[in-house]
Structures are given as structure tokens and as C-alpha cells.
């Protein structure tokens, strides 16, 4: 397709559209004023198959579907015309009526389709939000359009059901443009053009079944957001941005609980009480059972509303936990929660009178690991050695009795502590050194063992642990060695502190 040519074609047409629109207003009822009208809402359907055509997008079905709408809407202007002009009649109800009805359907439809592409389906914080705004938007139109709508029509049956529909289609299509607004994806410039477009065919439907029950309609100002709806719906179509107005969002988009989503929320819970407050002030008729109904509905959704909003913070705080007490890379616990279960496993020992043994392991040579393949070479194989001990260990201790619990997590870098409880020092080597020949890549860790004497601080045990380790590092590697018993209490012994440990 040719940009350029698409961008031009786009500009005329918003120039010469809007002019039109503008000229149409106007000019007087008359036959001229409805050719016009005509011309304009049959050519920004054509342009908007032109449109789709020309950018071929991912879901045609929600354009086409928009386009029929448009399309349909526009053989019920015409037909309205040729009854007034041409016939002199202006029968009610008429199939420009039926027309007129079908369109709310087909553009309802395609809607629903931008809607369930942008995965919208699944948003239940979205849906509430467009229930709430419905449900304001439905109490206003009974009181302003429906219930006076129903009175005018008399006994007709079928007089009484147009009465209704009409409000009936606004009301699916604000739901639909409100649920629209609440999915998640990019706010293109098609987007924008298509929501200005329903909004705009909302606002002159709406007044002009106001005006029409009240002063009678003559035209006017009030046919303005009409043909501008209809040239932004061209729009929309004929902007290259189209073609990924439908792709899906990510994560949580405008579901978000934003300040402006509150206000807007906060008005449109506001309106079954406010319409209350102005029918008592202005003395206008109580429409309490639709006032009370409306306002029941409201609150429930509100509260609904909430109890999703404090289910999502309840969800990122576990998510924060999680990543608090998790190492991050490999998935394993990481210090702070290796420290806290050791101090766990140091009273159950303690009250149950049970061995308890740390292992620190230190993969081997990790430094040349990765200068020779890379970082990423290097991350791979924490994560790789971490999965693969932390199965062996599972399977060390399957079927194991209950007296026993083992813990396998990162110290940091290339290090990872091993907590063993309910395991002597003979015990605890023979795991540790079987996980040593589950490495990955093949590649050797070096491990050094000590037994808690029941008396050390985590400290201490650590430091033993840590010689040990450093032992098995100086005696070649790939190997486990267990710590010597710590120096008796009181005893002036440096070792209790550990020696320095050259890793690698």
C-alpha cells in the first residue's frame, strides 16, 4: 500500500467531509439538504470499505461488521428522505425504522469484536466499569427518553416497542464503547477516531430523540455530530493505524485504578442520587422505583468493584513477598530466607533433640565459566544446577520419616547453602556429595559440611561450614568436606571466626 497516497486520501477526505458536514447543518429542511445528507453518509460508508480493503486488518470481521452498521444507517436516511420528499408521507413506523435498528445491531457486533480481540473478554474489572457507566447512562435515558417515549406512543404496541428500542440501541452502544475504553492495547489514532465516532453518534441520537418529544425536530444543529460521526468512522477506517487497533494489550493496560478511572466511577455512581436531587429541587415528577432500583444496582457494582481492587492489591503483595524471600535468577530462597529458615530448623532441633547440618556449595572455576562463554552462559548454569539439585535433593528425600527436612537455597553469586535437619555429619556429606555428580554442564562444585553443636550462633556454624569449603577448594575441588567440631566454650580458639576464602 502507498503511504503517502493513503495519508492524502485520509486528509481530503477529513477536509472535505467536515466541510460538507458543516455546509449541511446549514442549509434549510429541505431536498437539497437531505441529497446532501445522503451523499455524505453513503460516501463515508464506501470510504470505510476502502479502508479495511486497503489495509487488510488482522480482525476484517469487526470492520465490516461497522461498516454494514454505517452502511445500514445510511439506506434508513435515504428511505427516510424518499418518504418525506418524494412519497409525502412520513409514516410510523416505517421499515427506515427497522433500518435504523439493525444498524445499533451490526455496529453493537463489531464493537463487541474490537472489544474480545483487544482481549477484553476476560477483564472483569473493565466489565464492572461498564456496568456502572450503563446502568447511569440507563436510569437518564428512562427519565428523559423511555418513560416519556412510552407515554407519547399511545396504545400502539408496536409504537411502544420503537419507543424503547431507540434508547435501548444508545444504551448498547455506550456499553460498548465504554467496555472498548476499559480494554487494554494501544490508543492509536484509529482508536481514537473510532471512539469519537460512536460517542458522536450517541450524542445526536440521544438529542434527537429528546428534541423530537418535546419541540418536534427541524433539523438543524442537531444533525451536526451525525455527519461528523459518520466522517470520523471514515476515518478511523482509512488511518493506517487500523490494521493494529485490534492486536492485544499487556498486563494490566487501563485496568488500572488511575485517578481519572476514580473521578469518572465516582460520577457515574453519583447519578442515581443526583437525579433524585433534581427532580425534588425543580419539583420535576420522582422516578423513586427507578431511582432506588438504579441506585441498588449501582452500589453493588461499586462494592464489587472493590472487592476486586483489594483482591489485585492482595495478589501484588503476595507477588512482593514472593519476590522478597526469592532469588530471582534461579528461584530458589534466597539469603535473607535461607537465614530465617535456619533459625526455624535451630529450634526444632533444639526442642526434638535432632542432628541439623549446613552444607555451603560453590560451583567450581565459575569465574573462567564465564569469561570463557559469557554471562549469560553463566546464568544458565546457576539456573541449570539449581533445577537439577533441587530434583536431586526431592529425590534424596522422598519417602524420608518426618523427623527430617531439607532446604536448598542461593547465598549469592556462584554460592548456595544446603540446610539438613535431622541428618548427622555422615549423613549430610553423603547428600551434599550426591548432588555434586547432578551438576550440569560439566561442571564440579566443592562443598565443605558442618554439624550444629547446639550451642552456635548461625554465625559461627556458617564460618565452620566455610572453612570446610575452603579446605575442598585448596585439597583440588570437586569435592565435600565435613568441618571439624567447633573448640570447646570458652576455649581461645580463632577458628570459631572462620578463615578467608579464596573462591573459584
Known amino acids: 500500500m502507498n503511504t503517502s497516497r493513503g495519508g492524502t486520501l485520509l486528509r481530503l477526505h477529513l477536509i472535505v467531509g467536515t466541510t460538507l458536514a458543516v455546509l449541511c447543518t446549514l442549509l434549510p429542511v429541505g431536498p437539497v439538504r437531505d441529497v446532501l445528507y445522503t451523499t455524505i453518509s453513503f460516501g463515508c460508508a464506501a470510504l470505510m470499505a476502502v479502508g479495511v480493503r486497503r489495509h487488510r486488518p488482522r480482525a476484517a470481521a469487526a470492520w465490516w461488521l461497522t461498516t454494514a452498521g454505517i452502511a445500514v444507517w445510511a439506506c434508513a436516511d435515504l428511505l427516510w428522505a424518499v418518504y418525506t420528499w418524494v412519497l409525502g408521507v412520513s409514516p410510523f413506523p416505517s421499515p427506515a425504522d427497522a433500518l435504523y435498528l439493525a444498524s445499533y445491531v451490526l455496529i453493537a457486533s463489531g464493537f463487541w469484536l474490537f472489544v474480545r480481540a483487544r482481549r477484553g473478554e476476560g477483564d472483569r474489572e473493565g466489565v464492572i466499569d461498564s456496568l456502572i457507566f450503563t446502568v447511569g447512562f440507563v436510569l437518564v435515558s428512562w427519565v428523559l427518553l423511555m418513560r416519556p417515549g412510552l407515554e407519547s406512543a399511545g396504545e400502539s404496541t408496536v409504537a411502544r416497542v420503537l419507543a424503547a428500542a431507540y434508547p435501548l440501541g444508545d444504551v448498547l452502544l455506550l456499553a460498548l464503547l465504554v467496555r472498548l475504553l476499559t480494554t487494554t492495547g494501544a490508543r492509536t489514532a484509529a482508536f481514537s477516531w473510532l471512539v469519537a465516532a460512536n460517542a458522536l453518534l450517541l450524542v445526536a441520537d440521544c438529542a434527537y430523540q429528546y428534541v423530537l418529544m418535546t419541540t418536534g425536530y427541524s433539523g438543524g444543529i442537531i444533525s451536526l455530530p451525525w455527519l461528523l460521526g459518520y466522517v470520523a468512522f471514515a476515518a478511523a477506517a482509512l488511518h493506517p493505524s487500523m490494521r493494529g487497533l485490534t492486536d492485544p494489550g499487556h498486563g494490566d493496560g487501563d485496568t488500572r485504578f488511575t485517578r481519572r478511572r476514580l473521578a469518572a466511577l465516582t460520577l457515574a455512581s453519583l447519578v442515581a442520587p443526583g437525579t433524585l436531587l433534581l427532580q425534588l429541587a425543580f419539583h420535576w415528577r420522582l422516578e423513586a422505583w427507578a431511582v432506588g432500583l438504579a441506585s441498588v444496582v449501582l452500589f453493588l457494582l461499586v462494592v464489587l468493584r472493590m472487592s476486586g481492587l483489594l483482591r489485585h492489591l492482595e495478589q501484588q503483595a503476595s507477588r512482593l513477598a514472593d519476590l522478597a524471600r526469592t532469588d530471582a535468577l534461579t528461584g530458589l530462597p534466597n539469603r535473607r530466607t535461607s537465614d530465617a529458615e535456619l533459625e526455624r530448623m535451630q529450634t526444632r532441633a533444639r526442642a526434638e533433640g535432632t542432628a541439623l547440618c549446613v552444607a555451603v556449595l560453590d560451583l567450581d572455576r565459575f ?84 554439624l550444629w553443636s547446639g550451642l552456635e550462633s548461625p554465625a559461627e556454624l556458617f564460618a565452620r561450614a566455610d572453612t570446610a569449603l575452603y579446605l575442598a577448594k585448596t585439597a583440588g575441588r570437586d569435592r565435600v568436606v565435613p568441618a571439624a567440631a567447633p573448640p570447646p566454650v570458652g576455649d581461645d580458639a580463632a577458628g570459631a571466626a572462620g578463615v578467608p576464602v579464596s573462591r573459584g
Open 367 to 450: 569465574k573462567s565459566f564465564n569469561d570463557t562463554f559469557g554471562h549469560q552462559a553463566g546464568d544458565r548454569l546457576l539456573v541449570q544446577s539449581a533445577a537439577a539439585w533441587r530434583e536431586g535433593l526431592a529425590t534424596a528425600h522422598a519417602g524420608t520419616g518426618p523427623g527430617r527436612a531439607a532446604m536448598l537455597g542461593r547465598w549469592g553469586g556462584e554460592e548456595f547453602v544446603l540446610l539438613l535437619l535431622g541428618h548427622d555429619l555422615a549423613s549430610a556429606t553423603a547428600v551434599a556429595d550426591g548432588l555434586r555428580t547432578l551438576t550440569p554442564a560439566g561442571q564440579t562444585f566443592s562443598a565443605g559440611v558442618a
